[in-house]
């Protein structure tokens, strides 16, 4: 690694959202910091990609002077790849940052997440990522815990890398830091959405559907992320983009034919 | 199982496109199906969710009268998610089919995949589903053997189940039913997009660039997707919702902390 990390940041809630502002503030100290980030909210948009449609970008000044910032027309997954290869082509990402998320993306939520479908995308393409996520949906939510929490991981991170994974799934609760117990690293824990849709009836008296919901978690292990946030620790788990489910390959010889 | 088992279907190409059109014929064969799929394409879309607008359904006859078809504005999970919480809210949907998807959905395809994140939405709220692929991108593409395929696919899962898995991702090579050469079971093979933006001016003379590339295979085994399909064979992978690394835990210690 260089001297001077290059570290590349976005996120899904926007290049105005208040959680990358601290990511950002963060990576100032630690290397050259390049921005790619939506121009819009991109919640939810998994691993959305733009392909029927041209993407735009935009330098912007937001972060000051020293920070390249752009902003992008496309989805969270979009700026990774055209930071990669048009803003920074040619160019070694030390690390990939996403977020701060204004909302948790423990559990399955990890599949759901624009946050951690950037840094799933930058990890894909061998760049080491870490996606952070707060506690906290609000607009307006108090960063000053995570910005210490995020600190501590990306230092660590620098010095010591990711271990033998390429990317990390951060969550941190939303409490003071002093109320914080501890970093700790956990499996992904069951759970999944139950969903109810709220119709209601459009100016026209047309109907319409909108999707609301609350999320059920169906586990409950120690070792888990929700585990470890519910009991105000800050967890940290592994993810991997190979979603084989291997113990199952044994299980499915009726499907496998001469045809 | 009910005598009559109810199959969901889906796709990411959108309700007119061919593909789900052989989907659906193939699956009253078996039992009573239920149509939810976009009104648009939305190929790339991955587990992308609606959070931010309502969503629309509209019912259709395209399948004709034994089939109840909605086209939906949302996206490819939306479209589940909306069919198991209105569409179908209180009935057991035995099995989702999503597809037949244009274009190949091997490798880490299934990450960015509409078709396949239909699939794994309905195998997360606990429905055994399916998703097919055929490796041509035509929107006019013959689905003449995928047709065959899908028909003993479907009839073996209905039959004894999905083994220990809830997902399976199936891939179909473009060739005529009497060249493939059988069906395998597989594991994901590992690679990547190398892509390149096509820059561009508009008509105002404004930059954009818009994504293209090209698949990289990294994976020289003989137990992938990508083998089998490269040699005729249906590929058959077991997916699995659970994100976590499990073998980079022990390795991650240097984040562990007290803080």
Redesign the interface.
């Known amino acids: 690694m260089k001297n001077t990390p290059t570290i590349l940041i976005s996120n899904d809630d926007g290049i105005t959202a208040k959680g990358i502002e601290t990511l950002v503030k963060v990576a100032k100290e630690f290397g050259q910091v390049v921005v790619v980030a939506p121009n819009s909210?991109q919640?939810?948009?998994?691993?959305?990609?733009?392909?029927?449609?041209?993407?735009?970008?935009y330098r912007n000044t937001i972060f000051g002077s020293n920070v390249v910032a752009y902003e992008c027309s496309g989805t969270p997954?979009?700026c990774i790849?055209?930071a990669?290869?048009?803003v920074l082509k040619g160019s070694d990402i030390d690390l990939c940052l996403s977020g701060i998320n204004h909302g948790s993306n423990a559990s399955?939520n990890?599949?759901?997440s624009g946050t951690m479908?950037a840094a799933?995308e930058a990890s894909?393409?061998g760049i080491p990522a870490i996606g952070f996520s707060l506690l906290d949906f609000a607009a307006d939510a108090n960063f000053e815990a995570a910005e210490k929490?995020v600190r501590?991981?990306v230092r660590?991170?620098l010095?010591?890398g990711?271990?033998?994974?390429k990317?990390?799934n951060v969550n941190i609760p939303n409490v003071s830091?002093e109320s914080?117990?501890?970093?700790?690293?956990c499996?992904?824990a069951?759970g999944?959405w139950i969903?109810?849709?709220k119709?209601?009836k459009?100016p026209l008296q047309?109907?319409?559907?909108?999707?609301t919901g609350k999320y059920e978690y169906q586990d409950s292990g120690e070792d888990t992320d929700i585990w470890a946030l519910e009991n105000n620790y800050?967890s940290?788990?592994?993810?991997?983009?190979?979603?084989?489910?291997?113990?199952?390959?044994?299980?499915?010889?009726?499907?496998?034919?001469?045809?």
Do not use: C
């Open positions: 909210p919640s939810a948009q998994g691993h959305s990609i733009t392909i029927e449609d041209p993407i735009r970008i997954v979009d790849k055209i990669k290869n048009v399955t990890v599949i759901y479908s799933m894909m393409e929490i501590q991981i660590a991170a010095k010591d990711l271990g033998s994974t990317l990390l830091f914080i117990n501890g970093i700790r690293i499996r992904q069951k999944y969903e109810e849709f119709e209601g459009d047309r109907p319409y559907y909108w999707l800050v940290v788990v592994p993810v991997k983009h190979d979603l084989t489910m291997y113990e199952a390959l044994d299980s499915l010889d009726h499907f496998s034919s001469k045809v």
